[in-house]
């Protein structure tokens, strides 16, 4: 039989990874500070996001806690740069309600621009190739969330709702300068559409956060991330949450 010491040094070695001090939305840790996740300004922005959305995800909103702070990080960091915010792939707005809660963006000489259809991947704009998965996505995740999205963000003025698709729906925007980036649009044809042709206009240093770059099923996008960042002589940092981070 175990003595208590060596029953909690077996636990110890063998049972620790059954015990994380963070596992969500496939990620797991152990032995890390993560204090950041507690900081009182980023839990209230992110309570407020989760409460604004709940109705965007009527199954299960995703506990994307982490990704929502590296996109915090992102914005807090694109203040010391010139330039508006963008975010394409918006849907009910849960990361970029949690950066404007955050940043308190209302009270900031800077734009937010979010597009999106608000309605889902525009299936008929898609290559062949990447048309089952987005009628999947769409069927499983999307609905017409336009009036969730212009409640989410009333009390941000200078956050800017607009409504199209992309790439062409870019020319709606008064668009100059670019010091944050998020892109979310489950479709690598469609990224790589609005990398083109935001790419000049981010400030030096700019934060491009790729929702979906080193998640499983989401091959295509990878590929496609990795092939324009090295046209542009860059590399892409693969976040633990799946996330990538391109600078420019
Ligand atoms: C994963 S969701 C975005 C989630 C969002 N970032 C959040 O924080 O909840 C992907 C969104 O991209 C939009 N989308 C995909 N392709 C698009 C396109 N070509 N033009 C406009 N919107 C598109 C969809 O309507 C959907 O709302």
Redesign the pocket.
């Known amino acids: 039989m175990l003595g208590l010491k060596q029953l909690r040094r077996w636990r110890k070695k063998n049972l620790s990874w059954f015990h994380p001090e963070y596992e969500a939305n496939g990620l797991a840790v152990k032995n890390r500070k993560l204090d950041f996740l507690d900081e009182p300004r980023f839990v209230a922005a992110w309570e407020a996001a989760v409460a604004g959305?709940r109705e965007?995800w009527p199954r299960k909103m995703p506990d994307i806690r982490w990704r929502a702070h590296m996109a915090c990080w992102a914005g807090r960091h694109a203040l010391t740069l010139e330039g508006d915010f963008v975010?394409?792939?918006?849907?009910?707005?849960?990361?970029?309600m949690t950066v404007c809660h955050y940043l308190d963006f209302a009270t900031l000489a800077r734009r937010f621009w979010l597009?999106?259809?608000?309605?889902?991947?525009?299936v008929d704009?898609l290559p062949a190739a990447e048309r089952d998965k987005a009628e999947a996505f769409n069927e499983s995740?999307?609905f017409d969330?336009w009036e969730i999205a212009e409640r989410n963000f009333a009390p941000y003025p200078n956050a800017q709702l607009v409504r199209?698709?992309?790439p062409g729906?870019l020319a709606e925007a008064e668009l100059a300068r670019i010091a944050y980036l998020?892109v979310?649009?489950?479709?690598a044809s469609?990224e790589k559409a609005v990398m083109e042709a935001l790419w000049e206009r981010l400030a030096p240093g700019a934060p491009v956060l790729i929702?979906d770059y080193a998640f499983k099923g989401h091959d295509d996008q990878y590929e496609t991330w990795n092939a324009f960042a090295s046209s542009r002589g860059r590399m892409i940092a693969t976040l633990p949450t799946g996330q990538g981070l391109l600078l420019r």
Do not use: R
């Open positions: 959305n965007g975010e394409c792939g918006v849907h009910t707005g849960l990361l970029s597009f999106d259809t608000f309605a889902g991947i525009p704009t995740h999307y969330v199209g698709v992309l729906s998020s979310d649009l489950n479709s469609a929702d």
